[in-house]
């Protein structure tokens, strides 16, 4: 018999913004909903230089799924912006129920900026 795999262990997701030539996003990243992030990710959109943006999984903390939104602003190469319709969002992450420990304690009014 096959071991059952573990219970999904979040209850919400939080999104960190990764510049490509930025730091890597961790747990202990300053991070904010989907919700807080909206503008940030139409600024990411609207000044993509690569023609992707990669969502990848971080891990969990304290119930939240942390998620790194990486992605390279038009400023970082020569040339003009992709047109949101030619822009690739990838997909990757952690195994599923994998957590990792850390107690982050975010600060709530960070500002979530591209």
Do not use: Y
């Not at 023609?51 to 939104?69: E, F, N, T, Y």
Request: aromatic share 4%.
């Amino acid at each position: 018999m096959a071991a059952s795999e573990p219970p999904l262990r979040w209850r919400r997701v939080e999104l960190a913004s990764e510049p490509s030539t930025g730091p890597q996003v961790t747990l202990l990243s300053a991070r904010c909903s989907p919700q807080a992030f909206a503008a940030a990710w139409e600024d990411v959109v609207a000044r993509n230089a690569t023609g992707w943006i990669k969502l990848h999984a971080v891990g969990v903390v304290d119930g939240v799924l942390v998620v790194s939104v990486e992605h390279r602003a038009v400023e970082q190469r020569l040339g003009a912006a992709r047109s949101p319709e030619r822009i690739s969002v990838n997909l990757s992450g952690i195994e599923r129920g994998q957590a990792l420990a850390a107690d982050p304690d975010p600060d709530p009014e960070v500002e979530c900026g591209a």
